[in-house]
């Protein structure tokens, strides 16, 4: 008896408050009367009577472009499945059952249904039972917006859930103060809204049951089918969730009171039998206000209630073989629009799952379908022999728009299905690890087309010679902090192979030829090529970078989550031949800004984002950068189409006429291969290889597939990706390079006589010449030192060099102009030869000898000599001139 006469004070207490509040709100004069002396009006005053209605928490939804030009859902994201309609496209059924249901007088009062009010005030304060559904539908929508209000604002999970409490506390003063706040603000927003505004908005905001809000979602996800288009019965069913989302939802088929085998009340099987009598009675309220005919109601009443349960698009599983590409644009969105000086709020989930985005994606259904088709067909998505993985990603130059992205895994997130399943991945391997969580597969020979470009960015020509011979490299210049590299490289060939000029080292991918260019560089230079080409490591660190690990061998990472680098790490010399890890995307995005004349543009794979209500907001653009000038790059096409004829990339023609440039890559012990190319309008990467590293890779050719060898599973798929792709958006051809990128750069040869002989091979090959042993020769120098070369003057780096050692026997033919006869003589004996002389007479002098002077000889060799007398001529003109006229007088 005391609780219930403590209840009664309270329920008098708050009716007379009630009074108060209607009276001050309705009628303000009344308030500055006697009843303003009132001290439960203070209680009033504090009370705010304007309502801020945030936007609503509604579902993202993320679409691509069907061949028909239409837009097809891939997934939504949400923390509370919504979709706002308007109130014409709402039932007229579900609009009368939710009056006759929830509110029979809500167009006839100014916000609070008193009797309804009393009603519950009695229950719930003075007996103590449930909480019943006294409020009006404008009280009830106050309840909700001020719930989404303080979700919307918070920051945290804790501050959402004491918004929550707040916002639905039921008990003692607090209950009471909650009440009378949402009674005074449902007063003030009836004066500000009319009675279909605020029933659309009810309907909007309403809880229907898990993590189901509004009548639209709802419609879609309890019948199948828009709210618009609702019976009698599958309205009244809906409306009666709204009583008790718990109690009634429609999709627990297992409860015992309300799912498939649930009983009535007295008992008779009756599926979902709880939903049902709050149905029915909803429907006999439509009936009794007449807003549903006695036939309407007879049907409907007569209706089993039979849910059509469709689920949500609940994240990117739900889009099947574009689930990979749909993950890379959700990442997007969460990257891009959070903001790294914020830890306490993701502001890029919040928009992702809150922001009700209508996101249009750049994705190419046809080319995504032929690309999922023919990963399906040479790729298997287990081996028990290694941990296999496949990636193709197709990228449009000029625009950096990702046209196609596939692998071959099924996509989930759910880690039950993921320790169960080796099918299933959650990583994505096209994309890096903010993108995806993959820390990327080395490039192998693909990426030696940055040295290509650098090697013409610094001035050097297509078929500039060079030694690209096999051998040990003890020297690169030009690292990052200014330094040499010193140390041995030796890096095999894929073959015999050899390549003095880039073009053939681009053609056949000679690792040799490669570091022979790239020891006549600045190796940084290299590296930097590759980044404005777009190229980092997947991990999120420069090129040559590695991570840092403190003494646990964990990762040490940023405030912002990346990963901090090793100071002692930089560019190596290796890295020319692909041994930095990266992402499939970015070297399609490469080769596509080689195909569009060096000018680099970042990956996009969102066309456009608007808000339900069709504003704008700004997607992440491509960002276009000039990498190269369009000379370098049109020489770095020249020798990248090469390789398709005749070079390692023959078995990936596609036969359509399209012009391409290509590369393909092969990293040591074929653990990874790569094709990768493009043409004027599409670029593809292909990767087969070992997802993990470790003891347990294995060889690309030394295992097949059902479609053929595993190494050449790349050149079955990327030309059937690109035949599609040429067939869609044409191509035509490179332009060619001009001229300059042809000349052929001659170099002085070193002067290398009286060296031994390993000293002038080591000049020689510095100076970037092929040494071959020519060897011994006669020379007056002493045996084993270098007497000469052939050819001397100047020739091509890489251009091969015979040297000559002499064998100290030798000698050289003096100069015998103008001696007598006697004094040639003597000269002869000197040198070690003997004469045979010719002509004669008074006065003679030599006037010619064979060889000639100057000549290597060996000793006792007879040289010929011509001796005549000087013809003494007229007197000289002093020109010297030598014309047979006096040229001596010159010397007068």
Not at 558 to 565: K, W
Request: net charge negative.
């Amino acid at each position: 008896m005391s609780g219930v006469a403590s209840g009664l004070l309270a329920f008098l207490g708050l009716s007379a408050l009630t009074g108060i509040l209607v009276t001050a709100t309705v009628t303000p004069a009344i308030a500055v009367t006697g009843m303003a002396a009132s001290s439960g009006i203070n209680l009033f005053e504090n009370i705010p009577d304007y309502l801020d209605i945030n936007e609503l928490s509604e579902k993202t939804d993320i679409y691509a472009t069907a061949p028909d030009g239409s837009q097809r859902l891939l997934a939504s994201f949400f923390s509370e499945n919504r979709e706002e309609v308007p109130l014409d496209r709402i039932s007229q059924f579900v609009k009368d059952a939710a009056v006759a249901g929830e509110d029979p007088r809500f167009f006839e009062h100014g916000g609070i249904d008193i009797q309804g009010t009393t009603r519950a005030v009695v229950n719930e304060f003075v007996i103590g039972g449930d909480t019943q559904g006294g409020s009006s539908i404008t009280q009830q929508y106050v309840k909700n917006v001020l719930i989404n209000n303080g979700i919307r604002e918070a920051k945290t999970q804790e501050e959402q859930d004491a918004a929550y409490e707040a916002a639905t506390e039921s008990s003692g003063n607090a209950g009471i103060t909650r009440k009378l706040k949402e009674m005074k603000l449902a007063i003030a927003l009836e004066k500000k809204y009319d009675k279909n505004e605020i029933l659309k908005g009810y309907l909007n905001i309403a809880h229907f049951g898990g993590r189901v809000y509004g009548i639209e979602s709802a419609a879609q996800y309890y019948f199948a089918k828009s709210a618009a288009d609702v019976s009698p019965a599958e309205a009244a069913s809906l409306i009666a969730i709204v009583n008790h989302p718990e109690k009634f939802r429609l999709d627990q088929p297992d409860d015992p009171e309300n799912g498939v085998a649930s009983v009535d009340e007295e008992g008779v099987p009756t599926p979902y039998a709880a939903n049902k009598d709050r149905r029915d009675y909803i429907l006999g309220e439509m009936l009794k206000y007449g807003k549903i005919t006695q036939a309407d109601y007879d049907a409907a009443i007569a209706t089993p209630v039979a849910p059509n349960i469709q689920e949500p698009s609940t994240g990117c599983q739900t889009a099947g073989s574009y689930a990979y590409f749909c993950d890379y644009v959700k990442n997007v969105i969460l990257n891009h629009y959070d903001d790294p000086a914020t830890t306490d709020v993701d502001e890029g989930l919040k928009l992702l799952q809150e922001g009700g985005l209508q996101v249009h994606t750049t994705l190419d259904m046809d080319l995504q379908d032929r690309a999922q088709g023919t990963m399906l067909e040479n790729v298997p998505w287990v081996d028990d022999r290694f941990d296999v993985g496949s990636s193709a990603v197709t990228v449009q130059p000029g625009t950096g728009k990702i046209l196609a992205m596939t692998q071959n895994k099924n996509y989930s997130q759910d880690q039950e299905v993921l320790a169960a399943d080796r099918a299933y991945s959650a990583v994505n391997y096209s994309t890096d690890f903010a993108y995806g969580g993959s820390s990327g597969f080395q490039p192998g020979s693909t990426f030696k087309v940055f040295t290509l470009g650098e090697w013409l960015n610094e001035g050097h020509s297509l078929l500039e010679s060079f030694n690209g011979a096999r051998r040990a490299f003890t020297s690169f210049p030009g690292l990052c902090d200014g330094s040499t590299w010193r140390g041995n490289f030796n890096p095999r060939n894929d073959d015999s192979r050899t390549a003095n000029n880039s073009v053939d080292a681009t053609k056949y991918s000679v690792n040799s030829s490669f570091m022979a260019m790239a020891q006549q560089l600045q190796l940084c230079g290299v590296k930097n090529t590759a980044q404005a080409f777009g190229i980092y490591r997947a991990d999120g660190l420069e090129l040559g970078q590695r991570i840092a690990y403190d003494d646990e061998g964990v990762a040490l990472t940023n405030a912002d989550g990346s990963f901090q680098a090793d100071p002692a790490s930089t560019f190596q010399p290796s890295a020319v031949l692909g041994t930095e890890e990266v992402s499939p995307l970015s070297m399609a995005v490469s080769f596509a800004g080689i195909a569009n004349d060096g000018l680099a543009c970042t990956p996009i794979a969102i066309e456009s984002i608007t808000k339900i209500d069709g504003s704008p907001i700004e997607a992440p653009k491509s960002t276009c950068t000039q990498a190269v000038t369009p000379e370098v790059a049109r020489a770095m096409q020249y020798a990248m189409k090469q390789t398709f004829n005749g070079g390692t990339a023959s078995a990936s023609n596609t036969g359509t006429g399209i012009e391409h440039i290509g590369k393909t890559g092969t990293t040591d012990n074929a653990f990874d291969t790569w094709m990768v190319g493009s043409s004027k309008t599409a670029a593809t990467a292909v990767w087969v290889g070992n997802v993990t590293g470790g003891d347990n890779r294995t060889s690309m050719r030394e295992v097949s597939f059902d479609s053929g060898s595993a190494a050449t599973a790349r050149h079955r798929m990327w030309p059937a990706i690109m035949e599609l792709a040429d067939e869609k958006f044409g191509g035509g051809d490179f332009t060619d390079p001009d001229a300059s990128a042809f000349k052929q750069v001659l170099v002085d040869i070193p002067q290398v006589a009286g060296l031994a002989f390993d000293a002038a091979k080591q000049a020689l090959e510095a100076a970037g010449f092929v040494v071959e042993d020519g060897g011994q020769q006669d020379s007056n120098l002493p045996a084993g030192q270098v007497s000469g070369t052939d050819p001397s003057g100047q020739a091509g780096r890489g251009t091969t060099i015979r040297v000559f050692t002499s064998n100290g026997q030798g000698t050289t033919v003096p100069d015998l102009t103008g001696m007598t006869q006697q004094q040639a003589k003597a000269a002869l004996d000197q040198a070690g030869l003997k004469m045979n002389a010719g002509g004669g007479g008074q006065n003679a002098v030599v006037t010619a000898q064979n060889p000639a002077a100057g000549t290597a000889s060996k000793r006792g060799e007879t040289v010929s000599v011509q001796f005549g007398v000087p013809s003494t001529g007229s007197p000289g003109d002093g020109d010297g001139d030598g014309d047979g006229n006096g040229g001596n007088g010159g010397n007068d």
